[in-house]
């Protein structure tokens, strides 16, 4: 009989069902009963009871058949492993029957009551089966087949421990899946119906994952890792590549599978890998954000054309000694903090200059001529980041200077990470949030269809999810997570590298004051507002005659004078809290609108966008998107009846106009 497909659209589910009409399942089984019965009929006369065998020769008769008869009925109960109870327990009441009616019938010989009791039991087993296939929705078993294979190779793997076919790959087992002609491999990457895989292949929630194809939405690849090593990370194999170049992979996380993460800071113009640029790390309080900064930082110190600075406003202090001492520059206070980044701003120009002048395009490891590259930490990066005109000036112009930007932060609300800089950031870290709507500000879409939930909050300190460059972004979905904690043995490996290089211990002019801030200059290096007498220049030797200077490149006038940048106040505003209610855009700046009619009131006369953060807490982190709260006070400095800021000469910073302006006096022209 032809088969024939009926397929209707389900409006609650969105899939499609289709009806296979295909007799052979339903009569392959009684027509095997019926052979078995000619069978034995013809073993009865050859070898059982009607051939009058001896006692020797029924004996290794019926062991023969009583050893194929076992065979059997495993083989039957081994294959249908990964199928529903009530069809395994149908196939081996049909197994067994066979076997046991072949047996009796064959050595008893043939009786009345011996074939009908043999009949009822093969026809109930043929109908028992029959029911389970109709019921289960299609004559061909396809949702038994759909995972019966993964499922065996997933209890394999978990049983046995050890990988094997081509689909075992990294620890994980690999599929690839086709969707029906007009069905969406999307549909398979819904948390609830991936959740049910793993039930049904009793594997962690976490542990199935959905990678749909580029090129048609009807592919896509289903991977399963039966053992998750998020929750046993691997020791840290100590520094990567220790006085080699930041050009080389940094080795600081490994996959859900125990591969290593490939991180590069610079870019590759043959490998056509982009730098990193700006990097987000997110993550709230625990989740591991320090101890990653801390191997980071730790790895780019042990390269020889590296320089790491590390800023943290809030709690720079409980860091360890031995990192504060050993980076090149440690910042723990927040006005130097913005200092030093609004001075990364014009660094920009003199590095791109100075790389440009030989004929680079960007920064260019090996390259001498280049100057160092340049690793900024920047922890707490919402307390020194305020200006969104900032943010986006340095992801767009540092990725190709040698400069890397490590922003850590909390949360990803409009207030603290704008969302016209997400489009612009190199590459991404997001450890433990809230949910998986807080990931989502940060991670692409496709990250998040995958199947992507860094939701864990701080129960998993270390997991994470990395989308950085010279990474597959099929493995953008793949859980990841840093090496087991061991900060010690980090450092102490760091220092002991730097005592054999005779830079360790550093000093107490790393931790370095308002006055002796050090900032780039024009000519790559790091230099303070006034000069180490120490550090004396050469030329002040008698002994050692000058330099001689190369007329087609002369040094800068005074390069040691330090960037002159404006200094930002640090203004706080207190709102007072409401109860949890909805606000419409409106409502929101109107809120805003208070909030500032409120400061004048209270003399105050500037202010940014960190001061409104208690906004976010007020109207909640969906009320504030799409408009941010730098959109919101631009909008706030538009000339007009309404007007109440104007933008001042620090960027970031704005000026509450002392008297509104009367509706009635404008357009009034003087005479």
Not at 198 to 205: F, I, K, N, Q, W
Not at 449 to 461: E, L, M, S
Not at 513 to 524: D, Q, T
Not at 608 to 635: H, N
Request: charged share 25%; proline share 8%; net charge negative.
């Amino acid at each position: 009989m032809a088969r024939q497909r009926h397929g209707y659209a389900d409006a609650a589910r969105g899939a499609a069902y289709t009806v296979h009409n295909n007799p052979w399942p339903y009569l392959v089984p009684p027509v095997a009963a019926v052979a078995n019965l000619i069978l034995s009929g013809v073993l009865s006369r050859l070898w059982g009871a009607y051939a009058q065998p001896t006692v020797w020769e029924v004996a290794w008769r019926s062991a023969l058949i009583l050893t194929c008869s076992a065979l059997i009925v495993w083989a039957t109960w081994a294959v249908g492993r990964a199928r529903k109870t009530e069809l395994r327990v149908a196939s081996m009441l049909m197994s067994a029957g066979s076997c046991a009616g072949l047996f009796v019938l064959t050595f008893r010989g043939w009786s009345f009551d011996s074939v009908m009791v043999y009949l009822i039991v093969m026809t109930c087993a043929c109908i028992l089966l029959a029911l389970t296939k109709l019921l289960r929705g299609d004559g061909t078993d396809a949702r038994a087949n759909l995972f019966g294979e993964l499922g065996e190779r997933v209890r394999e793997l978990q049983d046995v421990g050890k990988t094997g076919r081509p689909k075992t790959i990294d620890g994980r087992i690999v599929t690839h899946t086709e969707m029906l002609p007009g069905a969406d491999f999307g549909a398979l990457a819904k948390p609830e119906v991936r959740t049910a895989i793993a039930s049904a292949l009793d594997v962690p929630a976490g542990g199935v994952r959905m990678v749909p194809n580029r090129n048609t939405p009807r592919l896509g690849r289903m991977e399963v890792s039966p053992v998750d090593m998020l929750e046993n990370p691997p020791a840290w194999p100590g520094l990567s590549a220790p006085g080699g170049s930041i050009a080389d992979p940094i080795r600081i996380m490994v996959y859900q599978t125990g591969k290593p993460v490939p991180f590069y800071l610079p870019g590759d113009q043959a490998a056509g890998r982009n730098a990193v640029g700006v990097l987000i790390l997110l993550g709230q309080s625990g989740s591991g954000k320090t101890e990653l900064q801390i191997t980071l930082a730790a790895e780019a110190r042990s390269r020889r054309d590296a320089r790491v600075i590390y800023i943290d406003g809030r709690k720079g202090l409980q860091l360890p000694e031995a990192l504060r001492r050993n980076v090149h520059v440690f910042i723990h206070r927040a006005d130097e903090g913005e200092r030093y980044l609004d001075g990364l701003v014009d660094a920009v120009a003199r590095r791109a200059g100075q790389i440009g002048a030989h004929g680079h395009e960007q920064w260019t490891a090996g390259c001498g001529l280049c100057p160092a590259f340049d690793l900024v930490i920047v922890d707490e990066a919402s307390k020194f980041i305020e200006a969104e005109e900032t943010l986006v000036e340095l992801a767009e112009s540092v990725r190709s200077v040698g400069i890397c930007l490590v922003l850590g932060i909390q949360r990803a609300t409009g207030d603290r990470l704008p969302t016209s800089v997400r489009s612009t950031i190199g590459g991404v870290i997001c450890m433990g949030v809230k949910d998986v709507g807080e990931g989502a500000r940060v991670l692409s879409e496709e990250t998040i269809a995958a199947g992507a939930d860094p939701g864990w909050k701080n129960t998993k300190p270390g997991a994470l999810y990395a989308e950085l460059p010279g990474t597959d972004p099929d493995d953008w979905s793949l859980p990841a997570r840093t090496f087991k904690p061991d900060r010690d043995r980090v450092l102490d490996e760091l220092v002991g590298y730097l005592d054999t290089i005779g830079q360790a211990g550093g000093s107490p002019a790393a931790e370095v004051s308002a006055e002796r801030l050090p900032v780039p200059n024009g000519e790559g290096e790091l230099v303070t507002d006034t000069d180490d007498p120490d550090d004396a220049d050469d030329t002040d030797d008698p002994e050692c005659p000058p330099l001689p200077i190369d007329p087609d490149c002369l040094p800068d006038p005074d390069p040691h004078t330090p960037i002159s940048v404006p200094n930002r106040p640090r203004i706080e505003l207190a709102l007072d809290p409401r109860d949890g209610q909805q606000f419409t855009p409106s409502e929101i700046r109107e809120i805003f609108r208070q909030a500032i009619i409120d400061a004048r009131a209270a003399g105050v006369r500037q202010v940014k966008p960190s001061s409104f953060a208690p906004i976010v807490d007020i109207v909640g982190e969906d009320g504030l998107k799409p408009p941010t709260i730098s959109k919101i006070l631009g909008e706030l400095c538009t000339p007009g009846p309404t007007q109440l800021l104007r933008k001042a000469a620090d960027r970031g910073v704005y000026e509450i106009i002392t008297v509104t302006p009367q509706p009635h006096l404008v357009g009034a022209s003087t005479t």
